[in-house]
């Protein structure tokens, strides 16, 4: 496995090694010992989860005020533009935020760390995203930022209004986040 910091530090791009042939291909999408011994983490996942969405869906920005998940995803199907935001207020890389393409061609998973906010673009017709999770999911610490805070100035690669959720529409803005 390959690993990318990106730049903010603790994010990170990993690359597994795909095996192809003539009848498809193989690779380990996730082994504990590698994960641990590439990225120089060992942290203990405990929830998986599955989404499907549309082209042009954004979820996020999600992330939990107590309960902090790190979150390992990749696509299984499709592509997505991919989002981690710094919402560690003590953190001199607070309110950055890194993007990268995943894709079920491109096989790559980003490492989100605990502390901050994710969020995605279906880029493709659907994708079907899969992630890791470091905590459960608590629906009464979950938080929302929006997409389209000017401060954050994400560069989503948007050409009209993304489709998005009443909880992600009502998200708030950064310096009125409830953060760590």
Known sequence: MKVFAQAIPGV????PRVFDDDRGFFFESF???AFDAATGLARRFVQDNHSRSAQGVLRGLHYQVAQPQGKLVRVCAGEIFDVAVDVRRASPT??????VV???ENKRQMWIPEGFAHGFLTLSESAEVLYKATDYYAPQ????????DPTLAIAWPVGRTPKLSA??????????????
């Open 12 to 15: 990170l791009v990993l690359e």
């Open 94 to 99: 607070f309110g950055q935020w890194v993007g």
């Open 141 to 148: 610490h979950e938080r929302c930022i929006r997409w389209d």
């Open 102 to 104: 995943l894709s079920a």
């Open 31 to 33: 082994n504990q010992a």
């Open 167 to 180: 909880k992600d529409r009502n998200g708030v803005f950064l310096d009125a986040a409830e953060t760590g």
